[in-house]
């Protein structure tokens, strides 16, 4: 087999190899190698211990970060290895790390540990591929299936459950029918697993081309470490606009965002406070007043759970709360939105709108589609215009407003803003000579 493998890793390897130890590329690259798909990081295992890869890579830059579990990672021109020796773990008390890790002679032990049969194998130099567990043959398949008995793997640790389904939505593969079955029997094993790990995972997740059929299937792996949405996945909606329930209705939305993770979770959460707002009027209508406000409420709370940095959460909690919002397709309404969100989230928000739309009952949605489509391009045409919606294209600055007599300080910014606001309301045009004289 001859396999694309950077020149600093071949050299890696044949260094270790010349100092007398066994070296083998393993895990992700070898799994995405395969696939033919270009690797994000290389992992090498040695049968030299860590002292002893120190001593025989010396000369190189190195950072000894994971010494204790037996890693070093070496740069070698311009690609970072991580070289780890071969090793077992020891038995998992707490679900998530081992008690100790202990160094062992063979590799096939090494594999032995690792998660799943697609990232438990190596191959050397040559090309010679070491695949005890059937890998080849499940990345053929499109399979995930756990190495060794499921049930017990994802009791070790319990981010294994994650990286499963983050796998199944990343490649488009399967989870394995007892692998699955696994991972819904011990879901609970999430609790021990922090907040950080989990949402590491469901970034990628989400933004993974096959993300709608892994939310379909594993509502109540979600449900584990988000119980708020255990309300929505049941949720019934008795509507014309809704040819499905709340789940199929928010998965269809998720499919229909860009692959961008706000946009991913915006569509993710954007009904989540549906459930509570629902109202079922005399013609047996569900109605479903205030439950933008509600869910961003609630959304804000469930992305501070996960501890999603606050630029995204804040963005998202934007999106939802706005989700359901009128814009009527005219210049002044538009610049008027621009303004108040910014370029990027205005352009988001139309976007989410579009995915929400798509999740709807088609014969109603056509409308809304070609109205959203409108207005982004109108926006784009305003731009391009170099229409005014902010400060920044204002016809007149702070400096022509302390020229017209206004003091220096805080007053100008308000001088500004009530400029801006008269041009943005139709009052005044955007024209220098116009607002000097309002002022
Ligand atoms: P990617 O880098 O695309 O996320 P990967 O499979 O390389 O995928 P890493 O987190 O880089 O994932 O891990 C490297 C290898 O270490 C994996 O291929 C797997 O063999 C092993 N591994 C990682 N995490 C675990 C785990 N929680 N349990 C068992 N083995 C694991
Ligand atoms: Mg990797």
């Known amino acids: 087999m001859t396999l694309e493998i950077p020149q600093g890793a071949r050299h890696i390897l044949e260094t270790l190899l ?15 190698l395969l696939r033919g798909v270009p690797p994000h990081d290389w992992d090498i295992c040695t049968s030299a211990r860590p002292e002893e890869t120190e001593d025989c890579l010396a000369g190189r830059r190195m950072i000894e970060t994971g010494l204790r579990h037996g890693t070093v990672a070496v740069l070698e021109e311009g690609t ?8 077992a773990e020891g038995p998992y008390s707490d679900g998530r790390r081992p008690d100790y890790v202990r160094f ?3 590799l096939e032990k090494d594999l032995a540990r690792r998660d799943f049969t697609m990232n438990a194998m190596a191959v050397d130099l040559e090309g010679n591929l070491r695949d005890p567990f059937g890998g080849m043959a499940d990345i ?39 692998t699955a079955a696994a991972i819904h029997e011990n879901r609970a094993m999430l609790e021990c697993v922090a907040a950080e790990r989990i949402n590491g995972e469901l970034n990628r997740l989400l933004v993974g081309q096959n993300v709608g059929e892994v939310l379909r299937r594993y509502p109540d792996v979600f449900c584990q470490f988000w119980p708020q949405l255990e309300p929505l996945v049941s949720l019934e909606q008795n509507s014309p606009w809704h040819c499905w329930g ?15 993770v706000v946009l991913r979770l915006a569509m993710l959460l954007h009904d989540i406070g549906k459930p509570g707002s629902r109202s079922t009027d005399e013609n047996g209508v569900d109605h479903f007043y205030g439950h933008a406000a509600a869910g961003a409420q609630l959304a804000g709370q469930m992305l501070r759970m996960l501890k999603f940095d606050s630029k995204t959460r804040e963005r998202v909690v934007a999106l939802v709360e706005r989700h359901d919002v009128q814009i009527p397709c005219q210049d002044r309404a538009i610049l ?20 929400d739309s798509m999740g709807q009952a088609p014969e109603l949605a056509g409308e809304r589609l070609a109205k959203l489509e409108k207005m982004r391009t109108r926006a784009e045409e305003l731009i391009a215009q170099g229409r005014c919606f902010s400060l920044k294209n204002l016809a007149v600055n702070g400096r022509d407003v302390i020229a017209a007599g206004v003091a220096p300080g805080p007053e100008v910014g308000r001088a500004l803003n009530g400029l801006l606001e008269q041009v943005l309301s139709g009052q005044a045009p955007n024209e220098r000579e116009a607002l000097l004289k309002l002022l």
């Not at 010349?18 to 995405?32: K, N, Q, S, T």
């Not at 970072?80 to 090793?87: D, G």
């Not at 108040?340 to 976007?351: D, I, N, S, V, Y």
């Open 246 to 260: 709340g789940w199929e209705h928010t998965i269809r939305g998720v499919e229909a965002a860009s692959d961008h």
């Open 140 to 178: 053929r398949g499109g399979l995930i299936r756990c190495v060794g008995e499921p049930g017990r793997r994802f009791r070790e640790d319990g981010l294994r459950l994650m990286r499963a389904l983050r796998f199944s939505a990343e490649l488009g593969y399967e989870i394995e029918e007892q």
């Open 336 to 355: 008027r939105w621009l303004n108040r969100l910014g370029e990027e989230a205005f352009f988001q928000l139309l976007e989410v709108k579009r995915a």
């Open 18 to 32: 010349r100092g007398g130890y066994e070296a083998y590329l393993v895990g992700g690259c070898v799994r995405d």
């Open 80 to 87: 970072v290895c991580e070289v780890t020796t071969y090793r």
């Open 104 to 106: 062992v002679s063979s």
